[in-house]
């Protein structure tokens, strides 16, 4: 019964290809995320929605699209993957969006590799 | 621009010793600071959540400190086991932020028995 599940856990694609990673939590939050951690280990906030709104959008190239059908999956596709997308995307989850600290709870990754 | 620094990459030291991991923060103002463990090829895990107007708290072997002026967090772990060693990520937020919290880059940290 794992809380916060990502898929695939691995994918390995050629540069100009489009893929999707899917997120699904069984917690009942409200809220969700993408993180991308770079090779230097930095965990950066790419998108968060809250009930299917988007309430995060950083600066994150648009070839990204975040989509979010119900608030328990938020899915993450990317268009025309180039060799800097190459990183490890976690998808987190908290309970809810109003600014208050509560852990985020994530899932174990997944590794994206462009050849 | 905000920047979060932890002490260092890594962090090595002998069983039963206590583990000190510093978090340090400039142009930011967080209302709470979080800190996270990551094990080698899993998300991180959320330990200890401490407030802007907190000083100390604890849990089981894990201790962490928040001073605001020194725009410092200390996170300690007393009696180190082998199975501590991971990497312990902190975190900081702003009240007013959506859910938004910003990471540092994390400490590895090794027990050695």
């Known amino acids: 019964d794992t809380a916060v599940s990502q898929t695939p856990k691995y994918l390995v694609t050629q540069m100009g290809n489009d893929k999707s990673i899917k997120c699904e939590q069984n917690l009942g939050h409200d809220t969700m995320y993408w993180y991308k951690q770079d090779s230097k280990k930095f965990l950066k906030i790419m998108f968060s929605?809250?009930?299917?709104?988007?309430?995060i959008n950083e600066t994150v190239p648009n070839r990204f699209s975040p989509k979010s059908p119900d608030k328990a999956h938020l899915n993450l596709h990317i268009n025309s993957l180039e060799l800097g997308d190459s990183a490890v995307y976690f998808c987190?989850?908290?309970?809810?969006?109003?600014?208050?600290?509560?852990?985020?709870?994530f899932g174990d990754g997944t590794r994206l590799s462009i050849l | 621009s905000q920047k979060i620094e932890q002490n260092s990459e890594a962090l090595n030291i002998q069983e039963g010793k206590t583990a000190t991991l510093t978090c340090n923060y400039t142009?930011?103002?967080?209302?709470?600071l979080q800190w996270y463990r990551q094990d080698p090829g899993r998300g991180p895990v959320f330990l200890l959540l401490?407030?802007?107007?907190?000083k100390e708290k604890r849990k089981e072997r894990l201790k962490v400190t928040f001073d605001t002026t020194l725009k410092q967090s200390l996170f300690h772990i007393t009696a180190s086991q082998p199975a501590d060693s991971a990497t312990y990520l902190c975190a900081l937020g702003r009240r007013s932020s959506a859910s938004k919290i910003i990471f540092g880059s994390g400490t590895r940290l090794s027990i050695r028995p």
């Open positions: 987190a989850s908290s309970p809810r969006k109003d600014g208050g600290p509560e852990p985020q709870h």
């Open positions: 142009n930011y103002s967080p209302a709470y």
């Open positions: 929605y809250n009930n299917k709104e988007l309430i």
């Open positions: 401490i407030r802007e107007n907190e």
